[in-house]
């Protein structure tokens, strides 16, 4: 007689829940669910909407995948996006605001009223890609260095780094955004480069040339660096190395694994991914911005990531998982603000989402144990 | 009978008619606003949403926690929601410019509620005059300071700078210099940075007052840091009522609720007022106007001019600033 436990049933619940797509089965089911009473949900602009808001999400939530597959964290991600978003924007800036910026210690020094150093120069836009980068770089070593050869924990290391370099990104400008960037720049951050028109839409009051984008910079970035992302970590020996340096330390040291080498160079992917966030959150917002990636920033890329199913215990990390969370977050994030719920509630809401999904995480790798 | 018939079937249709014109007319409004820390906001939002609600509008409200990529995606997710409207109180005027763009460029009207993007040129921009009322309301302390030290004294001055990000601190810092200006060979002016922000006031104010403990006169470039200046001033003795030694010469720019009493009170000598429901009642005729007009993008700046109150014109003008208003329950 056939146990509970290898019933036909369970076996199927078990796998579902076991499965690489569970999260995506589960966004597919809260949109069928919600498709008849928000209407507005499957709309073209609407969905337009969730892919703009997907993207540079997905690219922040990418490089902290790197970093739970080793049972760390990066909590400065978010000040790797301030502080990049003001460099990058002070270099590029086409022109500089002297009643706003003449305090600031760039000032006439990198930035002027005729704008950035690089403005108006060929291949100006790369240079300063390139710096953003190289700051993020360091900033990655730093946090790599101090996590994998001084053995401090994660955690201390980048709260500490998410404080200094924050305070670095307001001191640069004061505190004060950086606007004027050039139309090559922007681009990156909204251009199209496939749009649907639908035609007028008469269900507002004035109607509407309405043009949607779908294909845009952003999407063809952000899956450039998920499909990098996703060859290293599922396809390449370092990746292997990733997961392995998460599920024991001690025995990938046993092993022969460079576990040093391989936590710094998770803190650099990292931080790497977190600038080219940046470039996008910048872009966007057409300004450097120091307080870009504060307030609840962080706990949409690590709820993201978890609620994707990467395990905040390390060693079990998938990019399609952490594209699914993504996706699922931003709908979820989408879904109640259509809900008209306040700031608050939504805020809640999510918190309790990314509870469950930490809930969820712990079931999920029971219920592996118990299957192996 | 006929003519009972016809004057029920003539009253029917009248009301349709009533009511159909009451529906034709409501419209849909997203007001997306960057948070409700201070008095004037506060009391904004309520004057806004209240009058949508009263006039038979829906209102979607939208509270971005002080994150301007958040209040962009908000906005985005009104336009995709077909709202007939957008209604914003942006978080600095560079992510406003941002903002205004996606609206029009979605065949949205939409209108700047007091925090003016940095190009005025697109959208309905309400705003305050900042720098003729800060002026009026420094004015009146640089005078009466002067009036009462001696001749030959240099007087110290402290100025608390918002977020220069915003278009209205700029203002107000420019209404502060332009009185400081026609004595400037009597003040000392120390700047300290607030950012809007009553954490970051309070530590470089008490680092600023440390560092120049004698105080001759100050100017908050917002009302809400009153209870913060207080904090910082009366364990040093700087807190005192006009005739009592050591009493700082102070002007603040709002008129919110808390000035209205420190004014009464004597603590605060002055305060330019910002007329809160000229600007809301301005931004909802405006954007309504564009609505029932089928414009999409409206281009207009409305200047409230607003006025200073002081201790001069307190007995006179007290039932003209809204903060007095609210105080007296009205």
Request: hydrophobic share 50%.
């Amino acid at each position: 007689m056939p146990s509970a436990a290898s019933s036909p049933s369970r076996k199927w619940a078990s796998r579902l829940f076991l499965s690489d797509y569970f999260v995506l089965y589960l966004s597919l089911a809260y949109v069928a669910i919600l498709a008849p009473f928000l209407p507005t949900l499957l709309n073209p602009a609407n969905i337009s909407n969730v892919l703009s808001n997907l993207w540079p999400l997905l690219v922040v939530a990418t490089g902290q995948t790197f970093i739970l597959a080793t049972a760390g964290i990066d909590l400065s991600q978010g000040a790797v996006i301030a502080v990049t978003s003001v460099i990058g924007a002070m270099l590029i800036a086409v022109t500089g605001n002297a009643a706003v910026l003449s305090n600031a210690p760039i000032w006439g020094v990198f930035i002027g009223e005729q704008g950035g150093i690089l403005a108006g120069s060929i291949g100006g836009i790369a240079v300063a890609i390139a710096i953003m980068m190289l700051v993020a770089i360091l900033i990655g070593l730093l946090n790599g260095v101090s996590v994998a050869v001084f053995g401090m924990p994660a955690f201390m290391v980048t709260l500490v780094t998410m404080i200094v370099i924050g305070a670095v990104a307001i001191y640069l400008s004061l505190s004060e955004n950086i606007s004027n960037l050039p139309d090559a720049f922007v681009t990156l951050g909204k251009g199209d480069l496939v749009s649907v028109y639908f035609g007028a839409q008469d269900e507002s009051k004035i109607p509407r040339k309405i043009i949607y984008s779908f294909v845009t910079y952003p999407m063809v970035i952000a899956v450039a660096v998920a499909v990098a992302a996703h060859y290293l970590l599922n396809r390449t020996v370092f990746g292997r190395q990733v997961v392995a340096v998460g599920s024991n330390k001690r025995n990938a040291e046993v092993s022969g694994i460079p576990v040093r080498r391989v936590i710094v160079a998770v803190f650099v992917i990292s931080a790497v991914c977190a600038a080219i966030g940046s470039i996008l959150y910048s872009a966007r917002l057409e300004a450097g911005r120091p307080t870009l990636g504060a307030g609840t920033f962080l706990l949409d890329v690590i709820g993201a990531t978890v609620i994707g199913g990467t395990s905040l215990f390390g060693g079990k990390a998938k990019i399609i998982w952490t594209f699914f969370g993504v996706l699922f977050f931003v709908l979820l994030s989408n879904t109640l603000n259509l809900m008209n719920l306040s700031a608050f509630q939504v805020d809640m809401v999510k918190g309790a989402v990314i509870l469950a999904a930490a809930l969820l995480d712990v079931l999920r790798t029971r219920l592996t144990r118990e299957l192996t | 009978m006929r003519s009972l018939t016809s004057t029920v079937t003539a009253s029917l249709i009248a009301l349709g008619g009533i009511v159909a014109g009451t529906s034709a007319n409501a419209a849909t409004i997203c007001f997306a606003f960057q948070d409700l820390e201070t008095e004037f906001w506060v009391a904004g939002h309520k004057a806004i949403t209240t009058t949508l609600a009263d006039q038979g509008h829906t209102v979607l409200e939208r509270n971005a926690n002080e994150d301007a990529n958040k209040q962009l995606e908000q906005i985005k997710d009104c336009i995709a929601q077909g709202v007939d409207g957008i209604i914003v109180i942006p978080q600095d005027g560079e992510s406003a410019v941002t903002i205004v763009k996606e609206a029009q460029s979605a065949d949205v009207p939409i209108a700047v509620f007091n925090r003016p993007p940095t190009d005025t040129s697109k959208g309905i921009v309400v705003v305050a005059d900042n720098k003729t009322i800060a002026e009026q309301a420094v004015d009146y302390i640089v005078e009466e300071a002067l009036a009462k030290a001696p001749a030959d004294k240099t007087l110290n001055a402290i100025i608390i700078v918002g977020d220069l990000g915003d278009p209205n601190a700029v203002g107000r810092k420019d209404g502060f210099y332009a009185a400081i200006d026609k004595h400037k060979d009597r003040f000392n002016v120390v700047e300290v940075a607030s950012k809007w922000d009553a954490a970051t006031a309070l530590a470089n104010l008490e680092a600023a007052v440390t560092a120049n403990p004698e105080v001759d006169l100050l100017f908050t470039s917002s009302d809400f840091l009153f209870p913060t200046i207080r904090s910082v001033f009366e364990p040093r003795g700087l807190w005192k009522k006009p005739g009592e030694d050591g009493h700082v010469m102070m002007a603040g720019l709002d008129g919110d609720k808390t000035a209205c009493q420190l004014i009464k009170d004597g603590y605060v000598d002055a305060t330019g007022v910002q007329d809160l429901y000229f600007e809301a009642d301005a931004s909802l005729k405006a954007i309504l106007a564009a609505i029932d007009g089928g414009e999409a993008q409206p281009n207009e700046v409305v200047q409230d001019p607003g006025f200073a109150l002081t201790q001069a014109n307190l007995g006179t003008d007290e039932m003209k600033m809204w903060g007095c208003v609210l105080l007296a329950g009205k």
